[in-house]
């Protein structure tokens, strides 16, 4: 008698090779469900990230545009007459655009490292 022991079986010879078979085959049935499940499990949570990930997108898109925007609306600014001869104030709105476009590069990285992700 080994370690693990003798199991007894009550049939004849042939019917145990079948009663061995089924259980091969239940259990190559049940590896497969479990994989199955594991894999649909994997893919709901890349599908989720894939989501996440497209909606940062959409939302990085608008915060450029809206960026984009506000330079243009501070340039039209620099042109009012009473503005264009104030050099202080001109100052001011052009390092407002310089800020701008440092977050517009910043949100630009961002937005290619997510689309890069694809």
């Not at 080994?2 to 259980?23: A, P, Q, V």
Request: glycine share 2%.
């Amino acid at each position: 008698m080994s370690k693990i022991g003798t199991k007894y079986f009550n049939g004849t010879y042939e019917e145990y090779l079948e009663h061995k078979e089924k259980l091969r085959e239940n259990t190559e049935v049940n590896i497969k469900i479990k994989e199955t499940k594991k894999s649909a499990n994997n893919q709901y949570f890349i599908d989720k990230e894939n989501a996440k990930r497209k909606n940062k997108i959409k939302k990085l898109e608008q915060e450029i545009e809206n960026k984009e925007n506000e330079i243009k609306d501070l340039k039209e600014e620099m042109l009012n007459p009473e503005i264009c001869t104030d050099y202080i104030k001109l100052k001011e709105l052009q390092d407002q655009i310089e800020i701008i476009e440092k977050e517009i590069e910043v949100k630009m990285l961002e937005w290619e490292e997510l689309n890069r992700e694809e």
